[in-house]
């Protein structure tokens, strides 16, 4: 029984120390199966791919009906570089559908190509957890670890800047919107006892354009055991060419420590137009992360010296004993 406690309080321990401590993680940290970006990146050397297939409908009435119907893929290479803060990434979304104007005289257009494809770099610029000593894990209370604790309402915070690039008559953006145009984004984190963590992204997209539009992502996940974990989202996109809110729900499953599987539904509210999507997804990452080496020898030193301290003192005390017995007559 004690080897079995003694075993508990060094899982705990570990793991408390892998959530707080650490941007590298055991296993695959995915932003899937939501569209929000984790604050922490996947880790320095380690190469992460997410990829996400979709069907989707869409309805507009009753002014200027239509319909779409089609699938797409949303997908997205990370990879850590230099410092376990920073990421590089390449995110995008290819989409082939077919829309049907829906009047007396029923037409068709068949439309694809990349709704979006952005190349950037994440930069976590706080923390909340790192070098925080007073966060310690209580040893003797599982149930002290999991508590709430006000400190978790400070969240970790990331910055993000990119470049969309956009063809020349793309069916999915703004007429005359075509070329390069910059993407910022704020993406802040928080991971509370129990295993919920909030995700809030806020973004201006193709800043300077016909299409410039301010995003809002907001992602709470709950895990049930280190296997599952069930996910709700709202996003808000306002813009002179498109206004909307979408609502996700969905799940991911941790095949392995470098694989995951996800689904998630997508809908909103509004039939101007009504949108409804099922996506499937997986993440895979390449692991050649190495925790960095930490030089001891300054410890070594510190503790060589305590210990030459430690036997010179008691030298010294015995020598002390000795004068004190030669004194009194009673020694030699």
Avoid: C
């Avoid at 709430?148 to 993000?160: R, T």
């Amino acid at each position: 029984m004690k080897s079995f406690k003694t075993y508990l309080i060094a899982v705990v321990a570990l793991a408390f120390t892998l959530e707080s401590y650490a941007q590298y993680t055991e296993v695959i940290n995915s932003n899937r199966p939501g569209v929000s970006k984790s604050a922490f990146s996947v880790g320095t050397n380690v190469a992460q791919f997410e990829v996400g297939p979709y069907i989707l409908k869409e309805e507009r009435t009753p002014a200027t009906s239509y319909e779409v119907s089609g699938f797409g893929v949303d997908f997205a290479a990370r990879y850590g570089l230099l410092f376990e803060e920073l990421e590089i990434n390449i995110e995008g979304t290819f989409q082939s559908d077919t829309k049907k104007y829906i009047s007396s005289i029923t037409s068709e257009d068949k439309r694809s190509n990349f709704k979006n494809l952005t190349i950037g770099a994440k930069y976590l610029v706080y923390d909340p957890y790192k070098n925080a000593e007073e966060e310690q894990p209580n040893l003797y209370s599982y149930h002290a670890n999991r508590g709430f604790k006000w400190k978790n309402l400070i969240p970790a915070v990331a910055v993000y800047a990119g470049i969309n690039y956009d063809t020349k008559q793309n069916p999915y953006t703004a007429p005359g919107v075509e070329g390069i145009s910059p993407k910022v984004m704020v993406a802040t984190q928080n991971n509370f006892a129990g295993g919920w963590v909030l995700v809030t992204n806020l973004a201006m997209d193709r800043i300077g354009t016909d299409q410039s539009d301010f995003q809002y992502v907001i992602t709470l996940t709950h895990s049930f055991n280190p296997k599952w974990v069930v996910f709700g989202e709202t996003q808000g996109v306002k813009s002179d060419f498109y206004a909307d809110n979408l609502f996700r729900f969905g799940g991911g499953y941790l095949l392995g420590k470098d694989l995951q599987l996800d689904t998630a539904l997508t809908f909103n509210t509004k039939d101007t137009p009504s949108v409804f999507g099922i996506n499937f997804g997986a993440s895979y990452r390449l692991d050649f992360h190495v925790d960095k080496e930490i030089d001891n020898g300054s410890d070594a030193d510190a503790e060589g010296e305590r210990r030459a301290r430690k036997k010179g003192k008691k030298k010294k005390k015995r020598k002390k004993k000795e004068d004190d017995f030669n004194d009194d007559g009673s020694g030699l």
